[in-house]
Nanobody, 127 residues
Framework: EVQLVESGGGLVQPGGSLTLSCAASGFTFSSYWMYWVRQAPGKGLEWVSAINLGGRPTYYRTPVTGRFTISRDNAKNILYLRMNSLKPEDTAMYYC????????????????????WGQGTQVTVSS
């Protein structure tokens, strides 16, 4: 059974940090592009970051560039997203998704566009 299980979300004050993790099982993790996407209340799914099969290169949308860092551990089948200097506009449900193909910044993404996706972890940035 394929599983992507996100963890690490929570409530954090503006300027704070969180590290999200995504534990993968049931498929060959190292053969998949991995992505973080997010969905804020009342909005569509939006791209956050992407990482190549081997860990490089990595990609970030402009609003998170310089604040977020994506990484992966193919030996442990885990995807990470380190988020620093969090802002209220980062508040969203964060999903990790996996796909064999490079889909970065394709318009109007949906979870069902990807091979596999998790249930999400909520990040709330508020004072």
């Amino acid at each position: 059974e394929v599983q992507l299980v996100e963890s690490g979300g929570g409530l954090v004050q503006p300027g704070g940090s969180l590290t999200l993790s995504c534990a993968a099982s049931g498929f060959t993790f190292s053969s998949y592009w991995m992505y973080w996407v997010r969905q804020a209340p009342g909005k569509g799914l939006e791209w956050v970051s992407a990482i190549n099969l081997g860990g490089r290169p990595t990609y970030y949308r402009t609003p998170v560039t310089g604040r977020f860092t994506i990484s992966r551990d193919n030996a442990k089948n885990i995807l990470y997203l380190r988020m620093n200097s969090l802002k209220p506009e980062d508040t969203a449900m964060y999903y990790c998704v996996a796909d064999r193909t490079f889909r970065w910044l394709r318009p109007n993404p949906r979870l069902t566009d990807f091979g596999y996706w998790g249930q999400g972890t909520q990040v709330t940035v508020s004072s």
